[in-house]
């Protein structure tokens, strides 16, 4: 049997990595205060690259996803607008506030943090299509985060992905502990994918380990 084709057979069911390579002990969930609501794209969540899922499964008492574009089923914004928290809107456009200490005085907490999953011209869309969206004010991340995923062409070098979006929110929200814990997983993740594409299973050991 050829490597390429063990990678889709001994495919972990929970991290869909390749099982040689799978992050599952890695993926110790904990809680934090801010309630996340990640709206996400049918045909996105079927994608072993989409990064949504593991917000999910690392924060599974305050994060949620949301599926948008079910043929049929009309995505409804009732239940994300029902959730506790002041509601944010995870977006940079132009009337964007930063989410740092003055605005944490000026609208204090806990939040209810919206985020829009996919590429920018996506994520306005879902604000766009959404009326019931159009009153919750919107944040953005503060400026010079590097991107640390690998796994798509990012159209922009600033483009971080949904994971990596919500880590620093929170961070930004709730201060770095909860952002470090998530961005350690999220590396451990990334690299066993990319080592898992490579196809060279002499990587397993040195994945495998770690702390
Ligand atoms: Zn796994």
New binding site residues.
Partial sequence: MSQRRAGHVNR??????N?HF????H?NPFEIKTNISLIVHVSELKLTSNTAQFVEKLLPEQAQIFIRGRVNEAFEAEPILARSGRPLFLFPDEDSQEINEDFKAKYPGPYHLIVPDGNWNQAKKVKKREPKFDKIPTVKLAPGLIAEYKLRKAPRPDWVSTFEAAAYAIGAIEGVDPQVRMMSFFRKWVQATLDSRSGNFSLVRESSLGD
């Fill in positions: 972990c069911p929970n991290c869909r990595i099982n799978c992050v599952c002990v993926l």
